[in-house]
C-alpha cells in the first residue's frame, strides 16, 4: 500500500472517530435530557432528526431502485455496482431509521407497532414495509455474494473471519449454485421493486394526507419523493464509484461514470421539474396557506438553503458539470457531481419538512402564547447535530467496514 492511502485511510478513519465522539456525546445528552435540548416546540415538532430521516430513506431507495436495473430488469451496464448499490441501501436504511428512533418520545416502545398494531396508520404500515425491506435487503445482499464469501472464507484476516461467518457454512460452490442464487437474487429484486416504490412513496404520502399543511397536501408529493430518492441514490452511487471504485481511470471505469452521469442528470432535471411544477402552480394560485411555506423557504431567514444548496447545489452544478460531456467523462468532476447532488439532498428535505411547520394555523397564536417553544423560528441546537454527526459517523463507518472487509468492490461489467 502507497504512503497516500496510507494516510488517506488513516485521515478517514480519525474523521469518522471524531464523528463517533461527537455522536456520544449528543447521546447522552438524548439519554438524559430527553426532548428538553431540542430546538422544535409547540409549532415546530418535527426537526433535523425526521429531516435525515426522510432524506437517508431516500438514499436507500434511490439505491436499491438502481439495483434493480440490474438484478430485476437485467440491465448488464450496471452490474459492477449492483451489489455496492445493494449495500448502500443497507446502511442508508440503518442510518434512517436510527435518526427517527431519536425523534421518538419513548424509543423503548418501538416494538409496540408490532405488538398492538393499528391497521388505520399510515406511520404503522411504513415500520411494517421497513421490516420487509429490511429483510429482502439482507437476503438478496447474501444471495447475491454467498459464492463470493466462501472464497473469501479462506482468507486470512478479518476478511476472513467475516466471510466465514456470513456464509452461514455454506460450500457450494458448483454452477448449479450459482445459477440458483441469480434466480433467487432476481426473484428478490423483482419484488423489492414495488416494495422499495410503495415505502418510500408512502412516505410522501405520510406527509400528503396531513390536509391541515396545505404545502403537503398535494397528490404530487409520492412521486416527488420517489424522483428525489432516486436522483439522491444515484449521486451517490456515482460519487462512490467514481472516488473508490478499484479500477478507476481504466476506459471502462470511465465509461461507466459516464452512464451514471447520464442517468444522474435526467433524475436531477427530472426532480426539478416536479420542483416548478409544485412551487410555480402553488405560487400562481395566491392561497396564502400555499404560499406561505414556499415563500417562508425562498425569501426567509434561511433563504440560503434553497437558493445556494437546493438551486446551485442541487441543480446548477450537476447539470454544468454533467451535461458537459468532457466533464461527465472525468471520474473527478462526476464524482464532485454526484457529492452536489448529496449534499443538496440535505437542503431539500429541511425544506420540506420546516417551512410548512413555520406558518401557524391560526393566525395570532405566536403573539397569544407567551412560551419560548411557541415560536415559528427552528435551529437545530448543538444535541440534535451531535447525534445526527455520530449516527452519520456510524453509518460510515458501517460502509467502509464492508467495502474492506466483505467482496463489496466493484468488479468488471460483463459484456452486455
Same mark, same amino acid.
Given at each position: 500500500?502507497?504512503?497516500?492511502?496510507?494516510?488517506?485511510?488513516?485521515?478517514?478513519?480519525?474523521?469518522?472517530?471524531?464523528?463517533?465522539?461527537? $455522536?456520544?456525546?449528543?447521546?447522552?445528552?438524548?439519554?438524559?435530557?430527553?426532548?428538553?435540548?431540542?430546538?422544535?416546540?409547540?409549532?415546530?415538532?418535527?426537526?433535523?432528526?425526521?429531516?435525515?430521516?426522510?432524506?437517508?430513506?431516500?438514499?436507500?431507495? #434511490?439505491?436499491?431502485?438502481?439495483?434493480?436495473?440490474?438484478?430485476?430488469? $437485467?440491465?448488464? &451496464?450496471?452490474?459492477?455496482?449492483?451489489?455496492?448499490?445493494?449495500? @448502500?441501501?443497507?446502511?442508508?436504511?440503518?442510518?434512517?431509521?436510527?435518526?427517527?428512533?431519536?425523534?421518538?418520545?419513548?424509543?423503548? &416502545?418501538?416494538?409496540?407497532?408490532? @405488538?398492538?398494531?393499528?391497521?388505520?396508520?399510515?406511520? *404503522?404500515?411504513?415500520?411494517?414495509?421497513? @421490516?420487509?425491506?429490511?429483510?429482502?435487503?439482507?437476503?438478496?445482499?447474501?444471495?447475491?455474494?454467498?459464492?463470493?464469501?466462501?472464497?473469501?472464507?479462506? !482468507?486470512? #484476516?478479518?476478511?476472513?473471519?467475516?466471510?466465514?461467518?456470513?456464509?452461514?457454512?455454506? !460450500?457450494?460452490?458448483?454452477?448449479?449454485?450459482?445459477?440458483?442464487?441469480? !434466480?433467487?437474487?432476481?426473484?428478490?429484486?423483482?419484488?423489492?421493486?414495488?416494495?422499495?416504490?410503495?415505502?418510500?412513496?408512502?412516505?410522501?404520502?405520510?406527509?400528503?394526507?396531513?390536509?391541515?399543511? =396545505?404545502?403537503?397536501?398535494?397528490?404530487?408529493?409520492?412521486?416527488?419523493?420517489?424522483?428525489?430518492?432516486?436522483?439522491? #441514490?444515484?449521486?451517490?452511487?456515482? *460519487?462512490?464509484?467514481?472516488?473508490?471504485?478499484?479500477?478507476?481511470?481504466?476506459?471502462?471505469?470511465? &465509461?461507466?461514470?459516464?452512464?451514471?452521469?447520464?442517468?444522474?442528470?435526467?433524475?436531477?432535471?427530472?426532480?426539478?421539474?416536479?420542483?416548478?411544477?409544485?412551487?410555480?402552480?402553488?405560487?400562481?394560485?395566491?392561497?396564502? %396557506?400555499?404560499?406561505?411555506?414556499?415563500?417562508?423557504?425562498?425569501? %426567509? =431567514?434561511?433563504?440560503?438553503?434553497?437558493?445556494? $444548496?437546493?438551486? $446551485?447545489?442541487?441543480?446548477?452544478?450537476?447539470?454544468?458539470?454533467?451535461?458537459?460531456?468532457?466533464? &461527465?467523462?472525468?471520474? %473527478?468532476?462526476?464524482?464532485?457531481?454526484?457529492?452536489?447532488?448529496?449534499?443538496?439532498?440535505?437542503?431539500?428535505?429541511?425544506?420540506?419538512?420546516?417551512?410548512?411547520?413555520?406558518?401557524?394555523?391560526?393566525?395570532?397564536?405566536?403573539?397569544?402564547?407567551?412560551?419560548?417553544?411557541?415560536?415559528?423560528?427552528?435551529?437545530? @441546537?448543538?444535541?440534535?447535530?451531535?447525534?445526527?454527526?455520530?449516527?452519520?459517523?456510524?453509518?460510515?463507518?458501517?460502509?467502509?467496514?464492508?467495502?474492506?472487509?466483505?467482496?463489496?468492490?466493484?468488479?468488471?461489467? !460483463?459484456?452486455?
Amino acid at each position: 500500500m502507497s504512503n497516500n492511502n496510507k494516510g488517506l485511510k488513516l485521515a478517514y478513519g480519525v474523521v469518522v472517530l471524531i464523528m463517533l465522539i461527537i $455522536g456520544a456525546v449528543g447521546l447522552y445528552w438524548r439519554l438524559t435530557t430527553g426532548h428538553r435540548m431540542a430546538g422544535y416546540g409547540q409549532l415546530i415538532v418535527w426537526g433535523l432528526w425526521v429531516a435525515m430521516y426522510i432524506y437517508f430513506i431516500g438514499l436507500s431507495a #434511490g439505491a436499491f431502485l438502481i439495483s434493480a436495473l440490474v438484478y430485476a430488469f $437485467g440491465v448488464e &451496464r450496471f452490474r459492477p455496482i449492483a451489489r455496492l448499490a445493494l449495500f @448502500t441501501a443497507l446502511v442508508s436504511l440503518l442510518v434512517a431509521l436510527l435518526h427517527i428512533w431519536f425523534d421518538l418520545g419513548h424509543m423503548g &416502545r418501538f416494538y409496540e407497532v408490532y @405488538t398492538r398494531p393499528n391497521f388505520l396508520s399510515m406511520m *404503522a404500515w411504513m415500520v411494517w414495509l421497513y @421490516t420487509a425491506y429490511f429483510l429482502l435487503l439482507v437476503a438478496e445482499l447474501w444471495f447475491d455474494a454467498r459464492q463470493d464469501l466462501v472464497r473469501w472464507a479462506e !482468507k486470512p #484476516g478479518w476478511a476472513g473471519r467475516l466471510s466465514r461467518l456470513l456464509s452461514l457454512g455454506s !460450500k457450494d460452490l458448483s454452477e448449479a449454485g450459482r445459477a440458483r442464487d441469480e !434466480k433467487v437474487t432476481r426473484v428478490l429484486g423483482v419484488i423489492g421493486v414495488p416494495l422499495a416504490v410503495m415505502f418510500h412513496g408512502g412516505v410522501g404520502a405520510l406527509f400528503g394526507v396531513v390536509s391541515a399543511r =396545505p404545502a403537503w397536501h398535494s397528490g404530487l408529493f409520492p412521486l416527488i419523493f420517489l424522483v428525489a430518492a432516486l436522483a439522491s #441514490g444515484g449521486g451517490l452511487l456515482m *460519487a462512490v464509484y467514481a472516488f473508490l471504485a478499484p479500477d478507476r481511470g481504466t476506459p471502462e471505469h470511465r &465509461r461507466l461514470v459516464e452512464d451514471l452521469g447520464k442517468l444522474v442528470l435526467g433524475l436531477v432535471l427530472l426532480d426539478a421539474l416536479f420542483t416548478f411544477a409544485e412551487y410555480s402552480i402553488a405560487l400562481y394560485g395566491s392561497i396564502p %396557506g400555499d404560499v406561505a411555506p414556499l415563500l417562508a423557504a425562498m425569501t %426567509g =431567514p434561511f433563504w440560503y438553503v434553497f437558493w445556494i $444548496g437546493q438551486i $446551485g447545489l442541487g441543480l446548477v452544478v450537476p447539470v454544468i458539470l454533467l451535461s458537459w460531456k468532457r466533464t &461527465r467523462q472525468s471520474p %473527478g468532476w462526476a464524482g464532485v457531481a454526484g457529492l452536489a447532488v448529496v449534499l443538496a439532498f440535505v437542503g431539500v428535505r429541511l425544506n420540506i419538512v420546516i417551512p410548512p411547520l413555520s406558518v401557524p394555523e391560526i393566525k395570532g397564536l405566536v403573539e397569544a402564547v407567551p412560551s419560548p417553544r411557541m415560536t415559528t423560528l427552528y435551529v437545530p @441546537t448543538a444535541m440534535e447535530w451531535f447525534l445526527s454527526i455520530g449516527i452519520i459517523g456510524l453509518g460510515i463507518a458501517l460502509f467502509a467496514l464492508g467495502y474492506n472487509l466483505l467482496p463489496l468492490k466493484p468488479q468488471v461489467a !460483463k459484456e452486455a
